[in-house]
């Protein structure tokens, strides 16, 4: 079944930096524009970042451009999201998540960052 | 970006009635394919979420028949029929006609 498995989370310093994978099954990975969305404790859904099936012109939200770079492996069928000096604002459970045309139709489980000294 | 106001933000509800949330867009939806693309998630506590309703109304494989999805414009809503235990949680709404793709603040829905 359609399957995506986020890894890499865990506990940073403020400043450091930290890398996330998404594990995609179940679908042809390579046609598809692919998500990173995050959720700060206690809080709502926030888009984070978006690469096209193409890698073409990537997007990120203001408060991580030039921090965060989204990228994607298609012959390992993974997604990825490499962040840098990382804030304490961007502790989160971090999704990534299909694109099904103007939708997200698929979610991992998540992976939790925190970002503490 | 488009703003997505999403009521009540809690909603107590007696199991076996009917429950309805409110999402209203800053900008309309209508996308120039002639669709509407406003989607609906849920996310029980503890779980990543899950797609409920996308396109207003078109209800995701799997989804009981008690949620439907109306609305046009600006104006949508979620209704449960009669809720069950198993729909606690927060639903969101979320608008994929303007770029970025943005939610709502998400409505707590507990039984009573």
């Known amino acids: 079944q359609v399957q995506l498995v986020e890894s890499g989370g865990g506990v940073v310093q403020p400043g450091r930096s930290l890398r996330l994978s998404c594990a995609a099954s179940?679908?042809?990975?390579?046609?598809?524009?692919m998500h990173w969305v995050r959720q700060a404790p206690g809080k709502g859904l926030e888009w984070v970042a978006v690469?096209?099936?193409?890698?073409?012109?990537?997007y990120y939200t203001d408060s991580v451009k030039g921090r965060f770079t989204i990228s994607r492996d298609n012959s390992k069928n993974t997604l990825y999201l490499q962040m840098n000096n990382l804030r304490p604002e961007d502790t989160a459970v971090y999704y990534c998540?299909?694109?099904?045309?103007?939708?997200?139709?698929?979610w991992g489980q998540g992976t939790m960052v925190t970002v503490s000294s | 970006d488009v703003v997505m106001t999403q009521s009540p933000l809690s909603l107590p509800v007696t199991l076996g009635q009917p429950a309805s949330i409110s999402c209203r867009s800053s900008?309309?939806?209508?996308?120039?394919?002639?669709?509407?693309?406003l989607n609906w998630f849920q996310q029980r506590p503890g779980q990543s979420p899950r797609r409920l309703i996308y396109?207003?109304?078109d209800r995701d494989s799997g989804v009981p028949d008690r949620f439907s999805g109306s609305g046009s414009g600006t104006d949508f809503t979620l209704k449960i029929s009669r809720v069950e235990a198993e729909d606690v949680g927060v639903y969101y709404c979320?608008?994929?006609?303007?770029?970025?793709?943005?939610f709502g603040q998400g409505t707590k829905l507990e039984i009573k």
């Open positions: 998540a299909k694109d099904g045309a103007m939708t997200f139709d698929v």
């Open positions: 179940g679908f042809i990975f390579s046609a598809y524009d």
């Open positions: 690469v096209p099936f193409d890698e073409t012109d990537k």
């Open positions: 900008q309309s939806l209508a996308y120039n394919d002639g669709n509407t693309y």
């Open positions: 396109k207003v109304s």
């Open positions: 979320m608008q994929g006609t303007h770029w970025p793709y943005t």
